[in-house]
């Protein structure tokens, strides 16, 4: 399946005549902003190595196309507006502006780290991440953006006074194990906090932050890493995209 991600209102068929009468000798109509422009203003060739049509749109609208899908930050993989093709590195490099070609660095950056089993983001919220590697063994991670301490294990704002046992306990709504020593009156208040936590959100399946639904589509966008996913079956929504409602995990009514 194939989803443009660079949305534009369609002229009307009378509208497009109309242009199409103004297109002067030697210039070309873009298919997407449907203004006349000359040969220069259009790729010299394929604009990926997928693509088997002649380039139909112009340069700044292929530039609009890819920033749209960057500013996105969902995916690596840009797609041509015009077909399925997906762009190289070197094709979002030859065709963005200089601002998203760094921005879409950034976005290769943070995908290829995500591999990484010892990166983790800060759990604060301040969307940068970093390689831990002392891993679980040292599981408290000192963010070097914001200085911010996170929990490897557990990847949510360090649980002071807590081991990570005592912490997923607390998350429980029947955590009637917690030991004595983290009874206070602030770890009742932690603790209330977190059944709340624990009721009305869910974690990201990519960087295992916290996310509240307020209503809405069930499609739902990880503000921290990115990640889209299924709300109710957590099902990567790219690949409910490519092949379909299938992709949908065994229970969840979308499938």
Not at 24 to 44: D, K, L, M, W
Not at 129 to 136: E, L, P
Not at 214 to 235: D, H
């Amino acid at each position: 399946m194939f989803s443009a991600l660079f949305c534009f209102t369609r002229p009307s068929s009378s509208t497009r005549t109309t242009r199409r009468s103004h297109v002067t000798a030697g210039t070309r109509e873009c298919v997407i902003c449907c203004e006349s422009r000359a040969p220069a203003a259009f790729p010299n060739g394929p604009v990926t190595a997928g693509c088997s049509h002649t380039p139909g749109a112009c340069l700044d609208c292929l530039s609009a196309s890819i920033r749209a899908h960057v500013d996105r930050g969902f995916s690596t993989d840009v797609p041509c507006p015009e077909c399925p093709g997906t762009m190289s590195f070197a094709d979002t490099q030859r065709y963005a502006d200089a601002e998203t070609r760094h921005r879409y660095d950034e976005l290769c950056l943070r995908h290829m780290l995500q591999g990484d089993k010892n990166f983790v983001w800060c759990a604060a919220g301040c969307g940068n991440g970093q390689i831990h590697d002392s891993g679980a063994t040292r599981p408290i991670v000192k963010c070097f953006s914001c200085a911010k301490n996170t929990c490897f294990v557990c990847r949510v704002p360090w649980h002071s006074g807590m081991t990570c046992r005592e912490w997923s306990l607390s998350m429980a709504p029947t955590a009637d194990d917690v030991p004595e020593h983290t009874k206070s009156r602030k770890a009742q208040e932690l603790r209330a906090s977190k059944v709340m936590i624990y009721k009305t959100t869910k974690k990201c399946p990519r960087c295992m932050c916290n996310i509240e639904r307020n209503g809405g589509c069930i499609r739902m966008t990880c503000i921290a890493c990115g990640c889209r996913f299924c709300w109710e079956c957590q099902a990567d929504l790219w690949e409910i995209g490519k092949k379909g409602d299938s992709v949908h995990r065994q229970g969840c009514s979308f499938r």
